[in-house]
């Protein structure tokens, strides 16, 4: 993500200017891009990092297509994203939306979440343990089952070539290899935006979206944004035993034996990804270690509930988690800047309808989020 001050190539070095610059090129941010080009704007997106780089929380072949949410901000959201997802379309010959399901177990309650997806006519159903088993034998279940079909895995890594793809095509600008040092949002009457690059250079924009995941606190900070923790997580993906389909899932297991609710899904070619939600070391994103944590119990977890998969395969993964302390997101803006922070975890699925929020906010100095969402002072 753009953010702190690196080594810079492909930064623009003359006088430049914008209606709106994304600094960000993350899964939000172009994602936003793509959404401000949609409505006829020509975006600018400005990456600390080279394409494809693994230093944030967008690289991946998939992340969890999770619509097991109760509250009714999410479900907007949800809604909204649903939506982004499948103007998308086909890419590759195949959705970027892969709907093969996602059962949701453990201490939580499903009738309610059942409840709430009915009344958004989003398909959902309670199945017995059972039942659960006899559907996926590979794991194993100890209650009642929410099974959701209209869930799944988005294809991660070629969901960002889409939207750049997309963006350059509708006449918009994504420059990799470019940090910013500092964005100042001029009090002085005059109408824009100044954003300082690394090399030197300044690029002008009458709006301009931060989207920088763990370096949100860095460059935003001013804003006044809540605090913000950085962790490096490490989930693992494992072999399975057979040919056998497997749903994407969320597990909400005892906090006595486990250290956090358990997630993953099927992702071709690698495995089941398996992960602990949330535990990892708190890091500094210019210094992680790239050091998998939790493998023990995650292996544990597995041996016990999911017999389906290889407990002695784990590949692990890392990437950065960027959370609020109650793990809302913020979406929100202050004089010609907007800002979209705390996603990690559990935002990578409502990509769509967050940038089409962000735009929003970009767009329309009256817009505004979801009140959960907002920054602290606006509440």
Do not use: Q
């Not at 906010?361 to 602290?376: Q, Y």
């Amino acid at each position: 993500m753009a953010g702190r001050l690196g080594a810079t190539s492909g930064g623009c070095m003359g006088a430049d200017a914008a209606e709106v610059v994304v600094v960000g090129g993350g899964v939000m941010g172009l994602a936003t891009a793509w959404e401000l080009a949609r409505r006829g704007k020509r975006p600018v997106v400005l990456e600390r990092f080279a394409r494809g780089h693994r230093e944030g929380a967008s690289h991946g072949a998939t992340r969890n297509f999770n619509n097991a949410y109760d509250e009714e901000h999410y479900l907007d959201l949800l809604v909204r994203a649903r939506e982004g997802w499948d103007a998308l379309g086909d890419v590759g010959g195949a959705p970027l939306l892969r709907l093969h399901g996602l059962v949701t177990h453990g201490d939580i309650d499903l009738r309610r979440i059942h409840e709430r997806l009915a009344a958004r006519g989003i398909p959902a159903e309670v199945l017995s343990a059972g039942e659960a088993h006899r559907r996926w034998s590979g794991m194993h279940f100890d209650g009642d089952v929410l099974w959701s079909d209209d869930a799944g895995v988005v294809r991660a890594s070629d969901a960002l070539v889409e939207f750049e793809r997309r963006i350059l095509a509708a006449g918009g600008d994504v420059r990799w290899n470019t940090p910013v040092a500092s964005i100042d949002d001029r009090d002085d009457g005059d109408d824009g935006v100044d954003i300082v690059l690394a090399d030197g250079s300044r690029l002008r924009a009458e709006t301009v979206v931060i989207t920088v995941g763990a370096w949100s606190t860095t460059l935003a900070g001013g804003l006044g944004l809540p605090r913000l923790r950085v962790t490096e997580e490490t989930p693992a993906h494992f072999l399975p035993n057979d040919d056998a389909a497997w749903p994407s899932f969320n597990h909400y297991v005892d906090p006595v034996m486990y250290p956090a609710t358990v997630y993953g899904m099927p992702t071709p070619g690698e495995g089941v990804k398996v992960g602990f939600h949330r535990v990892g070391d708190e890091v500094d994103p210019d210094a992680r270690p790239h050091v998998p944590t939790h493998l023990d119990a995650l292996a544990a977890y597995v041996r016990e509930w999911m017999p389906g998969l290889d407990a002695a395969s784990a590949v692990p993964i890392s990437c950065t988690y960027t959370s609020t302390d109650d793990g809302a997101f913020v979406l929100d803006r202050r004089g010609r800047i907007v800002v979209g922070a705390g996603f990690s975890g559990h935002g990578f699925k409502f990509a769509t309808g967050i940038g089409a929020t962000l735009a929003d906010l970009a767009l329309d100095e009256s817009a505004r989020a979801a009140e959960p969402f907002r920054l602290p002072a606006a509440r």
